[in-house]
């Protein structure tokens, strides 16, 4: 059974950065999907980065630039380095997988980001 569980969220002021860990327990593949996305009280989970084989990563415009996602095969860790925070960078993160056809999500980890 795959598990994901996030850490690395708290309080920051805006300008600083914060790295956002996700370890992966369980049989996984190299080649899976790996990504990130957040979520506001009252929005909708919104797509944040993602990484694909290889690496190939993807970017949402408002965070391009500013964070940047990486992935350790050897641990089955997935990063989201985040620099340059904004108070709208304030949510609940969430890492997820994709593998043969299921999305797995973590629990999600807070970031506030103070102005």
């Known amino acids: 059974q795959v598990q994901l569980v996030e850490s690395g969220g708290g309080l920051v002021q805006a300008g600083g950065s914060l790295r956002l860990s996700c370890a992966v327990s369980?049989?996984?593949?190299?080649?899976?999907?790996m990504a990130w996305y957040r979520q506001t009280p009252g929005k909708e989970r919104e797509f944040v980065a993602r990484?694909?084989?290889?690496?190939?990563?993807t970017y949402a415009d408002s965070v391009k630039g500013r964070f940047t996602i990486s992935r350790d095969n050897a641990k089955n860790t997935v990063y989201l380095q985040m620099n340059s925070l904004k108070a709208e960078d304030t949510a609940v993160y969430y890492c997820?997988?994709?593998?043969?056809?299921?999305?797995?999500w973590g629990q999600g980890t807070q970031v506030t980001v103070s102005s």
């Open positions: 997820t997988l994709v593998q043969g056809g299921l999305n797995y």
């Open positions: 369980g049989s996984i593949s190299n080649f899976a999907t």
């Open positions: 990484t694909n084989r290889g690496d190939l990563t």
